[in-house]
């Protein structure tokens, strides 16, 4: 209660300090994003025997405010609320899963509040300070999943001879007020965009010195280091995307005990769009994820690739390859048997607008895994020419969405998830599990 009482007169106080700023901007935007989901689980433990059915209301409440002041100055902050509707108690000790925000009882907190100040030096160079958003690409390495990142970040643009643009950070994702028991992040990004064709290289760097837990003993630091090659091209018909990413770095335990690691990830997506057809705007679309596994758990190298930091949540729902399974490189929504590592992911969709305003999609995935237990059901064929190697079960999504105006729209959508067929091993029933979602989304 009292750690209640004290956000609440921070952010009163905050309020004090910069609205008052703000108000002598020479231009000021204000947008506000309300969020409500109606969200049910169904036979979350693949037993229909079983009633564990979990429904619930989610709310997610943005306000953002940006001011300029002169012409190079700009001040900013986005203040978000997430919560369970009518309720303080939380779903997700039920749900087993987690989430990274500080409450879900719907209390306001800062999310982003950083100055910008821009052509420094007179060159076409930014530097940003404070808490920001830090997510490159589809955040396949680096997201900070709505929590903001304090960090100074400068961003380099130049349009000859080529459009180049170069972003350098470091960033702090925990501060234990001393030097070797925090959590930093550094990197650098530099891409460059030639006739619709997107380059991109970069280098990231998570350095854990908080004492973490790693296969359940407490380290003295992780350090992972991330390479990154993404390459792409947008067009009006067509656009794709390929991301592959070098993992490397080391363990050091408490007992003296290092481990290196050596993993890799890639990502191929691709889309083709038909603007006028008989069924109207029409999209297919095609995902291939691969991940490495760990080959030897007891052994002196992690072969794992584990970016800690990926894209994973979407306010208190989980976000990944699939509605419902929500596959990230290493885990998903569902508990994963610690024999498998390594999540790969094959998907293809579509969606077709017939009519004004609406929008239905369909999406089939399927899950493996590129290391798992020996006798293990094995991913199909077209999975294991790239990696994969143990499948980890099938998912239908089907959506329909319709947008009133650019302020308002609604989304309905549902999942069926089918766990692998090993019956009294890891999973005991392989009965599908469900997911329905009902969404409302404000913007004014």
Known sequence: MKNLILKKLYLALLSVILFPVFLHADKLDIDTNYRIRGISYQNNRFDNSINDSISYYSQRMQLSIKGNFSTNIEIGTKITALGVAGSTKTVFSVLKTTFPYQNANFVPFIENVYFKVKDLADMPVELTIGKQSLEFGDGLVLSDNGLGYFAFRITARYEKPWPLKLDVFTAKVTDNLRPTSDRDLYGGVGSITLKKNLLELGYFQDVDHSGSFYNQNRTSSIIKNFISLRLGRQERFMNYQL????????????????????????????????????????????????????????????????????????????????????????????????????????????????????????????????????????????????????????????SAQYVFSKYLATQFSYSRYTPPAIQGYYWSKRDPATFYNLEMLAKF
């Open 243 to 398: 991301e592959y990413v070098k993992q490397a770095g080391q363990v050091s335990e408490i007992n003296g005990t290092n481990i290196t690691f050596d993993g890799f990830g890639y990502v191929a997506r691709g889309e083709l769009i038909g603007e006028r057809t008989k069924l109207g705007k029409v999209a297919a679309h095609a995902l291939l994820a691969i991940n490495s596994g760990n080959s030897d758990v007891s052994g002196n190298t992690d072969g794992l690739f584990s970016p800690d930091l990926t894209k994973r949540y979407d306010g208190l729902e989980r976000v990944g390859y699939g509605k419902l399974f929500a596959a990230s490189p290493f885990d998903a929504f569902f508990e994963i048997p610690s024999s498998y590592s390594g999540i790969d992911t094959l998907g293809v969709g579509s969606e077709l607008s017939p009519w004004y305003g609406w929008t239905f999609g369909v999406n089939y995935f399927l899950y493996s895994a590129s290391q798992g237990p020996n006798g293990a059901p094995v991913a199909s064929g077209f999975e294991r020419i790239f990696g994969a190697e143990f499948t980890l079960g099938i998912e239908l999504d089907l």
